[in-house]
């Protein structure tokens, strides 16, 4: 993690290729800035493919599902604004 307070988290996540979140939702809201690799994110919006140094902004309580579909990990910081 490379920044954790009171008012906002910071973390660079690696997930390998085939992974996937199932159905999630957090609290706080939520960014996510694409570093390498490419991330399939399933909202009630629709399905969209991210890569890298694509940004998509999660509001809270948002029901997402990620996948890793490509062939390569996903690397992706991830800025959780904490209530």
Same mark, same amino acid.
């Given at each position: 993690?490379?920044?954790?307070?009171?008012?906002?988290?910071?973390?660079?996540?690696?997930?390998?290729?085939?992974?996937?979140?199932?159905?999630?939702?957090?609290?706080?809201?939520?960014?996510?800035?694409?570093?390498?690799? !490419?991330?399939?994110?399933?909202?009630?919006?629709?399905? !969209?493919?991210?890569?890298?140094?694509?940004?998509?902004?999660?509001?809270?309580?948002?029901?997402?599902?990620?996948?890793? !579909?490509?062939?390569?990990?996903?690397?992706?910081?991830?800025?959780?604004?904490?209530?």
């Amino acid at each position: 993690m490379a920044l954790d307070n009171q008012s906002v988290s910071v973390t660079l996540l690696t997930v390998p290729p085939g992974a996937a979140s199932g159905p999630d939702s957090g609290l706080d809201p939520e960014l996510g800035i694409g570093a390498d690799g !490419e991330l399939t994110l399933v909202t009630a919006a629709g399905r !969209e493919v991210l890569g890298p140094g694509c940004a998509r902004w999660l509001p809270s309580l948002t029901v997402h599902d990620a996948h890793i !579909e490509g062939p390569r990990p996903l690397r992706r910081w991830v800025i959780i604004l904490k209530k």
